[in-house]
């Protein structure tokens, strides 16, 4: 059920919850909601990854989307990534504001290797106005958004606009009409968070 005038969004999580954070913040549904939402908006966790979707008669009752990043490959096969590429085309055959790292196009491992750090990311000049993007007066030239990623967006889906990039990654974000903004780099990601993540890495002899 919806509240009149209630701005709703639902959370998409591709990624289990860390122990540590978990410990820290309740899990990343905390911290998503810290970093995007804003008072008087509901929002709605679907744990993706375990299987937990939304109901498609449900929707509509829905203003938008985020869907996390993920250890998994974006271009994987399991029943769950399919599951969730279909529930985004239908989310955009909808015009649904989607916020996503991933969304189509041709995606596969980076060809330079782990990025994970803080990176500088600078906007392309001049782009097509993006709802996203409103109540900005002017945007920056460069951000500096933490990175942790192995894969990269190869090319971009069919009618989208590259906005930003990296000496590293040449699409750290893009924008598909006026309501899917993907973002490679994390945002939500707190330094504490980022420190925990590449302990877990070295750890794992992920990384050196």
Request: proline residues 4%; aromatic residues 12%; contains cysteine.
């Amino acid at each position: 059920m919806r509240i009149e005038g209630e701005k709703r969004y639902a959370l998409l999580q591709a990624a289990r919850d860390s122990d540590y954070v978990k410990k820290v913040y309740g899990g990343y549904f905390n911290v998503f909601v810290a970093a995007f939402g804003e008072e008087g908006e509901r929002w709605d966790l679907f744990r993706v990854v375990e299987g937990e979707f939304p109901s498609m008669n449900e929707l509509h009752n829905y203003d938008g989307f985020v869907v996390s990043g993920s250890p998994y490959d974006a271009y994987g096969d399991d029943p769950w990534i399919l599951e969730l590429c279909f529930l985004l085309q239908t989310l955009d055959a909808m015009q649904k504001k989607l916020l996503c790292r991933a969304f189509g196009g041709k995606v596969g491992k980076a060809y330079s290797g782990w990025d994970i750090g803080l990176r500088k990311v600078k906007i392309v000049k001049h782009f097509s106005p993006c709802s996203f993007l409103d109540g900005m007066d002017e945007f920056p030239p460069a951000l500096s958004i933490i990175e942790c990623h192995q894969d990269e967006v190869w090319e971009v889906p069919v009618g989208a606009e590259v906005i930003a990039f990296s000496d590293k990654t040449g699409v750290e974000m893009f924008t598909i009409g006026d309501n899917i903004l993907g973002i490679q780099g994390h945002p939500e990601y707190t330094k504490d968070i980022l420190n925990n993540l590449i302990d877990r890495l070295l750890t794992n002899d992920a990384i050196e």
